[in-house]
């Protein structure tokens, strides 16, 4: 997703991209570099968690897929994994600094997603980005629900407003600001 949302953002826009893996960052920054989209595109070798802890165990996916590395110490199964070693961790509150326009955040990170978002409580109330989430559990999913005490509706991936009763419909959601952030 990076490419088409490096070529999306245009020239003037920029994404972070942050990969816990070093193979997948090697591949990511050759992809970027071969699209020409060195000058919109910064890649960064870190896991994103809450900020807890500036080092965390890197763990297998399922049939060691090199798209479903994770934090957790679970696959997308919910089966335990191996660790392959420990990375780099930040919050996004901690690595971006207060002010630093923030318009779309996806979370894809096989299972914390509720890290994720307890690490960028400040962006979500100083932003209001929208959030791409893919979701993999029930605690994640009431953390993606919390969202709307923040200010958000969480739509399935056809645009449907998920209702407050309901689970989550499938893995991928989309959560919208009721507001939007004032210009800066």
């Known amino acids: 997703m990076t490419i088409p ?13 942050f990969e816990s893996h070093a193979e997948n960052v090697r591949l990511l920054q050759a992809n970027v570099a ?11 070798a870190l896991a994103v968690n809450d900020g807890a ?16 590395w994770n934090i957790i110490g679970r696959d997308a199964d919910g089966n335990a994994s191996r660790e392959a070693g420990r990375v780099a961790a ?6 971006f600094a207060s002010q630093v326009r923030i318009d779309l955040v996806k979370i894809d990170v096989e299972g914390a997603e509720s890290l994720v978002l307890a690490g960028m409580r400040r962006i979500l109330t100083e932003c209001a980005p929208v959030l791409a989430i893919e979701c993999h559990s029930a605690d994640n999913w009431r953390a993606c629900r919390a969202l709307r ?10 645009g449907r407003r ?8 499938g893995t991928h ?7 939007t952030a004032a210009v800066r």
């Open 5 to 17: 949302m490096a070529e999306w953002v245009g020239a003037r826009g920029c994404v972070h991209a």
């Open 34 to 44: 071969r699209f020409g989209l060195t000058d919109r595109v910064r890649v960064h």
């Open 53 to 68: 802890s500036s080092r965390v165990a890197l763990y297998h996916g399922r049939r060691a897929s090199s798209s479903e």
């Open 90 to 95: 930040v919050s996004l509150d901690g690595y």
């Open 149 to 158: 005490r923040q200010g958000y509706d969480l739509l399935d991936v056809q």
């Open 162 to 169: 998920i209702g407050e009763d309901e689970h989550c419909p």
């Open 173 to 179: 959601m989309i959560a919208r600001p009721r507001r």
